[in-house]
């Protein structure tokens, strides 16, 4: 059986659930416990601020059934995730869980269609502002430093990387999950373990970013299938294939796809896929031809709603004010 939820209905269930709650396990003070609705399985999860601005999860719970959760586009925060039991997958290919962790960055993640399959999920869940980032490790000028700039997008789409997890990562992880420790020192040891979880999480891309790696992580001619497929999203920008295949057509699978797309042009095929849209709507609108509505049935938009939200965070003005010269804010 599969339950599909939108984000709302979910949020409906877990407030009755811990409204009507009567049992619940002994918690600090600084902590908040949230109870897995009845309808959906069994077991809690705790949140714990650590800071006015990090807020750590530890969860455990299980879900009877298979759960669809449909998530609106939304403003992102900045969001470190580890899965030591159960997986988690979307629509697009992307995955958590059983050998693979995530990095969510700040910025506004597109609508998508998340699937919890049927299992116990035990892990834990990072949410903090991009602000944070300046505060902890700051660069000269006391700003985010330039190596980390990629996971604050603001007003544009968020970078989202599904990362192979380590040992260590999930050693910190259970070390967190099973901390020995209560009050204040908790709190101390929590802390500094969020912050190691956080650095291992970010240590292979920062290598990577500057140059670190002492030999290339994709052979030759996985490259050259990597480029195969960027060339052909370019020349199908109005009608692109599905990732799955896009990565049967070059010959690699979704996941080296995926990995392969995010090393070597540094974001997602999606991400990708939409700039590149939005650059060539840019330019067919600058060039006074077509109508707004034309343009972006061209870019491959059937709704002008998603096409205009789309175009307005590349460019910070929308499709019309384009159309009619203005100049752009953000993009080039």
């Known amino acids: 059986m599969t339950i599909t939820l939108t984000v709302k209905e979910m949020w409906e269930l877990e ?5 009507n709650s009567s049992q619940q396990p002994e918690r600090e003070s600084l902590e908040t416990l949230r109870e897995m609705p009845e309808r959906l399985g069994k077991g809690y999860a705790r949140e714990i601020e650590m800071h006015p601005h990090l807020e750590l999860e530890i969860f455990d719970w299980e879900y009877y059934d298979d759960v669809l959760l449909k998530i609106p586009e939304w403003d992102h ?27 969510s960055g700040s910025g506004v993640q597109r609508e998508m269609t998340v699937e919890h399959v049927k299992s116990r999920y035990v892990g834990v869940d990072i949410y903090l502002t991009p602000d944070w980032l300046a505060t902890f490790f700051p660069d000269e000028a006391g700003e985010i430093p330039q190596q980390l700039r990629f996971l604050a997008k603001g007003n544009d789409w968020q ?29 101390m040891y929590l802390q500094a373990k969020v912050l190691e979880l956080i650095t291992l999480q970010l240590a292979p891309i920062l290598s990577a970013r500057d140059g670190l790696q002492s ?11 990597i480029h195969y497929a960027r060339e052909i999203l370019l020349s199908r920008l109005e009608n692109p294939p599905s990732l799955l295949e896009l990565a049967q057509i070059v010959g690699v699978s979704d996941r080296t796809l995926r990995r392969g797309f995010q090393e070597l042009f540094g974001t997602t095929v999606f991400s990708y896929l939409t700039s590149k849209r939005m650059e060539k709507a840019n330019q067919l609108l600058r ?5 707004v509505a034309e343009v ?3 870019s491959g938009y059937s709704q002008q709603g998603h096409f205009a939200a789309a175009f307005k965070r590349k460019f910070g003005i929308t499709p019309r004010e ?8 953000l993009g080039a």
């Open 15 to 19: 407030v009755e659930a811990n409204y």
């Open 77 to 103: 925060p900045l969001q470190f995730f580890v899965l030591l039991s159960g997986k988690i997958r979307d629509e697009y290919g992307g995955q958590v869980g059983e050998g693979y962790t995530c990095i």
């Open 159 to 187: 970078t989202l990387l599904y990362l192979e997890t380590t040992t260590a990562i999930e050693g910190v992880a259970q070390q967190i999950i099973n901390c020995p420790y209560q009050g204040t020192t908790k709190q």
């Open 215 to 225: 030999s290339p992580r994709l052979k030759q001619e996985t490259i050259a299938r």
């Open 287 to 291: 060039s006074g031809k077509l109508s």
């Open 296 to 298: 972006a049935n061209i």
């Open 322 to 329: 384009c159309l009619l010269g203005k100049k752009n804010i």
